[in-house]
C-alpha cells in the first residue's frame, strides 16, 4: 500500500503513514485474513471509544485519535471517502468525529455506582498520547519539540495548521482544533537498552540498567566506528517500514561488550536525530527540544542525546506528560483554563543538557552513515523477509514497543 502510487497521497490527506501500526492496514488485513469475521463486525471502534460507549452511552472518537488512523482527513476533519474504500468500511461503522474537548454528559448509573463517582460527573472525550505527551511538557509554541523515549520513543512539535513532509517522514496528529503535532514515533528506545542487557550482559540479571550504562561508558563517543542500526521490532519513523532488522556494522577484532552496548544506545539517539531532520524537513522551526522518559534518569544517556541531536536538550521537572496534558485538556473543555497554552509556563525545567562539541560533531559525522545503511540493506531485509517462512522461527520480542 506505501509503494503504491497513492501510498504517499494517502499519507498526506489523512496524517498518518501507510505502516502497520495504523488502522488503515490493519483492517485491510483483516479483510484478507479473517473475511468472516471482517463481515460480522458492525461497528470498529477503538479501546477509548469502547470505554466511552460503555461508560456513558456515546459511540464517539476524537480528532486525535482518528487523525492516527489513516482514515480521517485532517484538512477536513472527516472521515476520507478514498481511505473507508481501500478499507472496505462505510462511515456508518465508524464512531461519530467529535473535538477532544467534547464533554459528555454523564456517567451510566452502573458505572456511577461501580466507580462512585456522580451520575451527573462530566466525561471529557480527550485526545492521544502523543499529543498530549506535547501537551503535558509544555512543548505548545511553535519550535518547541517534545522528545521521549521509554520502550518507544518519539519527536514532535506543535504547529498551527496540519502538514506532512513532501517525503512523507513524518506523522500530523491533532490536539485541539487549533493545534496539531508533527513528529514520528520510533519502535526501539528502552526495549534496545533492555536487549543489550539480555542478550550481551545476561550475568547482571534483571534491573541491569545501571550496570549496563556503566559498562557503555567505558567506550569512547562513536563507539570506535561500530554503528548499530537499533531495528529489533522494525522501525516507524523517518523509514515507516516493517522490513528492517537490527544490524551491527563495522565490527572488528578490537571492540568489546561495551562498544556493542554503547553502540545500541547511540543508535537509539541517532535514529531519533533523524526523525528531527524530518520534522524540520516539513518546514518546522525546532529551536528548542525538552525530554522525557524513562531514559531521563540516566546522565549519559541525557548527554548522548544532546551530543547527537546537537542541540541544548531540557528536562522538566515530573515526567508523567501525557497524563499531565490530559489533565490540561480536561481543565480547558470544563472552562477551568483559558487554553492550554498556559502549560508553556506551568512546566518547571529542572536541567538543561548542552552538547559537547567534540561529540556532537562526531555524531554528525556518523549520522548520513547511519542513514545510508538503512538504505543499503533495504534489498537485504527484502531477501529476509522473503526467506522467513523457510527459516525456523525467530524468538519472540521479550516486551511489545509501547
Request: net charge negative; aromatic share 4%; proline share 8%.
Amino acid at each position: 500500500m506505501r509503494a503504491a502510487r497513492s501510498g504517499l497521497a494517502l499519507h498526506r490527506r489523512t496524517g498518518t503513514p501507510v505502516h502497520p501500526m495504523a488502522p488503515l492496514p490493519k483492517l485491510v488485513w483483516f479483510a484478507e485474513q479473517e473475511p468472516k469475521l471482517f463481515g460480522r463486525a458492525a461497528h470498529w471502534v477503538g479501546i477509548k471509544d469502547h470505554v466511552l460507549l460503555r461508560l456513558c452511552g456515546a459511540l464517539v472518537t476524537d480528532h486525535s485519535v482518528a487523525s492516527a488512523s489513516g482514515l480521517m482527513d485532517i484538512q477536513t476533519r472527516a472521515w476520507d471517502a478514498e481511505a473507508l474504500r481501500i478499507a472496505g468500511i462505510t462511515e456508518e461503522q465508524l464512531p461519530q468525529l467529535v473535538a477532544t474537548t467534547t464533554v459528555l454528559p454523564g456517567l451510566a448509573a452502573e458505572y456511577a455506582a461501580a466507580t462512585g463517582l456522580p451520575a451527573d460527573t462530566p466525561v471529557v472525550v480527550g485526545a492521544g498520547d502523543g499529543p498530549l505527551a506535547n501537551l503535558g511538557l509544555g512543548a505548545v509554541r511553535p519550535g518547541v519539540v517534545a522528545c521521549s523515549i521509554g520502550t518507544s520513543g518519539a519527536m514532535r512539535v506543535m504547529v498551527e495548521r496540519p502538514a506532512v513532509d513532501p517525503l512523507g517522514g513524518v506523522f500530523c496528529y491533532a490536539l485541539t482544533e487549533d493545534r496539531w503535532v508533527v513528529g514520528g514515533a520510533i519502535n526501539n528506545g528502552g526495549i534496545v537498552l533492555q536487549w543489550a542487557g539480555d542478550a550481551l550482559a545476561p550475568e547482571l540479571g534483571e534491573d541491569s540498567e545501571e550496570e549496563l550504562l556503566a559498562l557503555a561508558a567505558r567506550a569512547p563517543v562513536g563507539s570506535g566506528g561500530l554503528v548499530m542500526l537499533p531495528y529489533l521490532l522494525s522501525e516507524r519513523a523517518p523509514h515507516w517500514s516493517a522490513l528492517p532488522r537490527g544490524a551491527y556494522v563495522g565490527l572488528t577484532h578490537g571492540h568489546r561488550r561495551e562498544h556493542l552496548v554503547r553502540a545500541a544506545l547511540e543508535g537509539v539517539c541517532q535514529q531519533l536525530a533523524l526523525v528531527l531532520a524530518s520534522v524540520r524537513s516539513a518546514g518546522n522551526e525546532v529551536r528548542e527540544v525538552r525530554a522525557s522518559g524513562g531514559f531521563a534518569r540516566s546522565p549519559l544517556w541525557r548527554q548522548m542525546l544532546a551530543d547527537a541531536l546537537g542541540m541544548p536538550v531540557r528536562f522538566p521537572a515530573g515526567h508523567e506528560g501525557s497524563s499531565f496534558g490530559a489533565a490540561l485538556l480536561g481543565m480547558q473543555a470544563l472552562g477551568l483554563i483559558a487554553s492550554v497554552d498556559v502549560t508553556a509556563d506551568l512546566v518547571r525545567i529542572d536541567e538543561t543538557v548542552r552538547p559537547d562539541p567534540a561529540a556532537a560533531a562526531t555524531y554528525a559525522a556518523l549520522l548520513p552513515v547511519h542513514a545510508e545503511l538503512y538504505e543499503a540493506l533495504v534489498p537485504t531485509f527484502t531477501s529476509l523477509r522473503r526467506l522467513a517462512p523457510n527459516l525456523p522461527p525467530e524468538p519472540p520480542p521479550t516486551a511489545p514497543p509501547m
